[in-house]
């Protein structure tokens, strides 16, 4: 039953920030690659915190209330016998603040995993390479030169976000369509996040490899569901306040377990 719970992978995946935790705990050496990135996602966390959060919960807050009245207005002429209602609109709107602050956290995880991940990218590289060696007893790293190795990553971030956009702007006209079309939007959201950090987090042992884009795509999606919760449990812990300042090395360094351990024996 063991064996083929760790084949499917859905709670494997999940449980690679663990074990990456596990190998700092083991592995006092590796902590020294941790300080810088840190630093610089306690900045740009600084940065995001201070410029969305207090603007967009004021947001959340205008838009529940313009809504609030609207049901009010609705519900005003109904008879005597429905007043119960009102209550129901009240919590209806307290979960509606709930779900957009959520969704609110997770656009600022999001966007920290983005720029911290770019800013730290000398650091992670260093951590994914220790913990490639430390795993599989050597790093492979395929050389192009200092500028074709900046083009690839410039290139890399490009293709994410074309990816973002291609599929991100049809899913945001689906809302337009209550009910199926904001379902299928919300499910669509929350995968193409999913797969966009499972690209940054796989990216240090992959892009090492110097594999095209898609064929990163393509292991990603091939190494489902074990990458999609493990994806998950990271989307996760990037939405905490706080706790995502301190939380990209340790995906960084999940993911890298996660490619030794479930990708490079099948490259």
Same mark, same amino acid.
């Given at each position: 039953?063991?064996?083929?719970?760790?084949?499917?992978?859905?709670?494997?995946?999940?449980?690679?920030?663990?074990?990456?935790?596990?190998?700092?705990?083991?592995?006092?050496?590796?902590?020294?690659?941790?300080?810088?990135?840190?630093?610089?996602?306690?900045?740009?966390?600084?940065?995001?915190?201070?410029?969305?959060?207090?603007?967009?919960?004021?947001?959340?807050?205008?838009?529940?209330?313009?809504?609030?009245?609207?049901?009010?207005?609705?519900?005003?002429?109904?008879? @005597?016998? *429905?007043?119960?209602?009102?209550? +129901?609109?009240?919590? #209806? %709107?307290?979960?509606?603040?709930? /779900? =957009? &602050?959520?969704?609110?956290?997770?656009?600022?995880?999001?966007?920290?995993?983005?720029?911290?991940?770019?800013?730290?990218?000398?650091?992670?590289?260093?951590?994914?390479?220790?913990?490639?060696?430390?795993?599989?007893?050597?790093?492979?790293?395929?050389?192009?030169?200092?500028?074709?190795?900046?083009?690839? @990553?410039? *290139?890399?971030?490009?293709?994410? +976000?074309?990816?973002? #956009? %291609?599929?991100?702007?049809?899913? /945001? =006209? &689906?809302?337009?369509?209550?009910?199926?079309?904001?379902?299928?939007?919300?499910?669509?959201?929350?995968?193409?996040?999913?797969?966009?950090?499972?690209?940054?987090?796989?990216?240090?042992?992959?892009?090492?490899?110097?594999?095209?884009?898609?064929?990163?795509?393509?292991?990603?999606?091939?190494?489902?569901? @074990?990458?999609?919760?493990?994806?998950?449990?990271?989307?996760?812990?990037?939405?905490?306040?706080?706790?995502? /300042? =301190?939380?990209?090395?340790?995906?960084?360094?999940?993911?890298?377990?996660?490619?030794?351990?479930?990708?490079?024996?099948?490259?």
């Amino acid at each position: 039953m063991a064996r083929a719970i760790s084949r499917c992978g859905i709670l494997t995946g999940a449980t690679y920030p663990l074990r990456a935790l596990v190998v700092f705990r083991r592995t006092p050496r590796l902590w020294g690659y941790l300080v810088m990135p840190i630093l610089v996602n306690l900045m740009v966390g600084i940065a995001l915190y201070a410029g969305l959060l207090l603007p967009g919960w004021q947001g959340v807050e205008v838009l529940t209330v313009h809504l609030n009245n609207w049901f009010d207005r609705l519900i005003a002429d109904l008879p @005597a016998w *429905l007043n119960y209602l009102e209550f +129901l609109i009240i919590g #209806l %709107g307290w979960l509606l603040r709930f /779900l =957009l &602050l959520v969704g609110l956290l997770l656009v600022i995880g999001f966007l920290l995993l983005q720029f911290g991940t770019l800013l730290g990218a000398p650091w992670y590289g260093q951590l994914s390479e220790k913990l490639e060696k430390l795993r599989t007893g050597k790093v492979k790293i395929v050389e192009v030169g200092f500028f074709r190795d900046i083009g690839r @990553a410039i *290139l890399f971030e490009v293709k994410k +976000l074309l990816l973002l #956009l %291609g599929v991100g702007v049809p899913l /945001l =006209l &689906l809302h337009w369509f209550p009910g199926i079309g904001t379902f299928v939007a919300t499910v669509g959201g929350i995968t193409i996040t999913a797969t966009i950090t499972c690209l940054d987090f796989f990216d240090g042992p992959l892009e090492r490899r110097r594999l095209r884009f898609r064929t990163k795509l393509k292991i990603v999606w091939g190494a489902l569901p @074990a990458s999609a919760s493990f994806s998950l449990v990271c989307l996760g812990l990037m939405s905490v306040p706080i706790l995502n /300042l =301190l939380i990209i090395p340790l995906c960084v360094a999940s993911g890298t377990l996660f490619v030794c351990d479930r990708v490079l024996p099948k490259l």
